[in-house]
């Protein structure tokens, strides 16, 4: 059996941390944007660059993406964050993936993205 002291959490905050790492696994909490576009492009490009900075912080990175779950405001978003997303991805490593709509926290974001990653080895 595990122990907290196994866990180890990065950039913790007071009602949660941006990623957890157990077992060679990370785990992210859902990236938002940052910036202040309103377009889907520019705020999937915002995310895309938080989620590589954290897998990185955590001795990951997205060629080791395990499952992505992406929540869109607006379905119809979908065809322009995938242009984003396509290009983003290291070819031959895309990672299955959900991508539904859903309310999400700000009404300003368009998108949110958690990751499940496997620690570079």
């Known amino acids: 059996m595990s122990t907290s002291s196994d866990i180890t959490r990065i950039g913790?905050?007071?009602r949660y941390s941006e990623a957890a790492v157990f077992?060679?696994?990370?785990y992210l909490a859902g990236?938002?944007?940052e910036r202040g576009d309103t377009d889907i492009t520019g705020q999937t490009?915002?995310?895309?660059?938080?989620v590589r900075q954290r897998l990185e912080e955590a001795g990951s990175d997205k060629s080791r993406i395990l499952r992505t779950q992406i929540y869109l405001a607006d379905i119809a978003d979908?065809?322009?964050?995938?242009?984003v997303w396509d290009a983003?991805?290291?070819?031959?490593?895309?990672?299955?993936?959900?991508?539904?709509?859903?309310?999400?926290?700000d009404p300003a974001y368009r998108i949110e993205?958690?990751?499940?990653?496997?620690v570079a080895a």
């Open 12 to 14: 913790m905050a007071a």
């Open 23 to 26: 077992n060679g696994v990370v």
């Open 31 to 33: 990236m938002v944007p």
């Open 45 to 50: 490009e915002d995310v895309l660059e938080q």
């Open 78 to 83: 979908i065809t322009a964050m995938n242009v």
């Open 88 to 105: 983003w991805v290291v070819p031959g490593t895309a990672p299955p993936r959900a991508t539904v709509q859903a309310a999400l926290a």
């Open 113 to 118: 993205i958690v990751v499940t990653a496997a």
